[in-house]
């Protein structure tokens, strides 16, 4: 019984989720907003924080005076901390230089391990936060001195590997030791937050689910898709490479999972009859003005699990209490029988 009552408070400390690494970002809750790349997702973001959470913004393919803006922007509606994103689809250097002299509380980087840039942003105290898709990217971060790593299933939606998040997270952990890891892929609520605890990830990284949120600036028919569609409806856009930005340092990989699209199809089934001349400018051109759900709408197989478009703050809030009710439920499932 002595015994049982320890488990029980052991239990009781988890459901404050509060973990390390919410300590070493400077959050409330161990939860963070994907980046979503090229769209602005400034107001988003900042609810995100103001919430708990961890805020990120993209910075892929907009021109640097854009970012600037946007910078400027989340710091009027927030002084939380909030994570930068780059990736090497391309890496834009200047950007890069803008971002670490702007000092965010993070940078947070995927499709390749770099460790120039991390010692370049650890130079500004700026913490490091690496997405892998492969243990071997694991390991390369791990060698890199990345501050915290994300282990992203091949559930996620954007750009990514295949091995699934159940493996992938354990897989990462073992390797990790005392750096802390976050989940990523397939996870939408509380039942995902804590799954990932259990195995031992100290929080996760959600996209799909913030995409059906009021204040991401994509179109609402981009997120009533991802209401109504179900996990076989998003599909890896293999043949994509034809049409996205060219990788720009060695060692990158990821390829999209997006709602199915003409374009996605035609991508898949044959994608030499994808003309990037034409395609190129057309499918840019709807993103940067904050379109293009009908070209390549990058969504996850956690579409399954969003049922409606809420409020930032209220997906953190509902996220953070179902975790609380599934670990207390899996406690009372683990004890002793009558």
Not at 212 to 217: D, H, I, K, P, R
Not at 235 to 259: D, Q, T, Y
Request: charged share 20%.
């Amino acid at each position: 019984m002595a015994a049982r009552r320890r488990t029980v408070a052991s239990l009781l400390e988890v459901l404050m989720l509060t973990t390390p690494v919410c300590r070493l970002l400077g959050i409330d809750a161990p939860i963070v907003c994907a980046p979503f790349g090229p769209w602005d997702e400034v107001d988003l973001a900042a609810a995100v924080c103001r919430a708990g959470g961890l805020g990120s913004l993209g910075t892929a393919v907009r021109p640097l005076p854009e970012l600037r803006e946007q910078w400027a922007r989340l710091r009027r509606l927030t002084d939380r901390p909030f994570a930068i994103n780059h990736t090497t689809r391309p890496l834009d250097e200047e950007a890069f230089q803008a971002t670490v002299e702007e000092r965010p509380a993070a940078i947070s980087f995927h499709l390749a391990v770099p460790p120039d840039l991390i010692a370049r942003a650890h130079d500004a105290g700026i913490l490091w936060i690496q997405q892998v898709s492969s243990r071997g990217q694991a390991e390369e971060a791990l060698r890199a001195g990345a501050d915290v790593i994300v282990a992203q299933g091949g559930e996620a939606g954007g750009q990514g590997g295949d091995v699934g998040t159940m493996v992938m997270v354990p897989d990462v952990v073992d390797l990790a030791g005392e750096v802390p890891v976050l989940a990523a892929g397939g996870i939408a609520d509380g039942r995902g937050l804590a799954a990932a605890l259990a195995l031992g990830a100290q929080g996760v990284v959600m996209g799909t689910r913030f995409l059906a949120s009021v204040e991401m600036s994509v179109s609402q028919a981009w997120k009533d898709r991802v209401v109504a569609s179900g996990a076989a409806d998003t599909v890896k856009v293999v043949g994509s490479e034809r049409i996205l930005p060219p990788f720009n340092r060695p060692g990158s990989a990821g390829v999209p999972r997006c709602l199915r699209t003409p374009l996605v199809d035609a991508l898949r089934e044959d994608p030499y009859q994808v003309d990037p001349a034409e395609t190129v400018p057309r499918v840019m051109a709807a993103i940067l003005a904050g379109g293009g759900e009908e070209y390549l709408p990058f969504t996850g197989q956690s579409t399954a699990l969003v049922h409606e478009v809420l409020p930032a703050d209220e997906i953190v809030r509902r996220t953070v209490k179902e975790a609380e009710v599934a670990l207390a439920a899996a406690a009372h499932a683990i004890g002793p029988g009558p």
